[in-house]
């Protein structure tokens, strides 16, 4: 077992590949989301690839969709337990 690395219990993401996992995880395509949200496809692409910012109104929105909470998107990488560490 000397040959194995422990694995790492967290695993950094970028607000656009929080919104594709979670689009992801609810089985809808981006053109579905782009119906739900009537937010453009190539929008919705474009926040996924991180080319545009996510913004606070579309995050809303898109939490809205997806059944989650907007931090979630906004702050793919907070770990509530390490900033009361500071």
Do not use: Y
């Not at 979670?22 to 996924?48: G, V």
């Not at 690839?49 to 995050?59: F, H, K, M, T």
């Not at 907007?70 to 907070?78: D, I, S, T």
């Amino acid at each position: 077992m000397t040959q194995f690395r422990p694995a790492k219990r967290r695993v950094a993401v970028s607000v656009g590949e929080s919104v594709r996992i979670i689009r992801e995880l609810q089985e809808l395509s981006q053109n579905q989301l782009a119906r739900l949200t009537k937010i453009p496809q190539a929008t919705i692409s474009a926040i996924e690839n991180d080319r545009i910012s996510l913004g606070v109104e579309r995050a809303k929105v898109l939490a809205r969709a997806l059944k989650c909470h907007p931090a979630v998107l906004v702050f793919p990488g907070w770990d509530e337990n390490k900033q009361h560490a500071a």
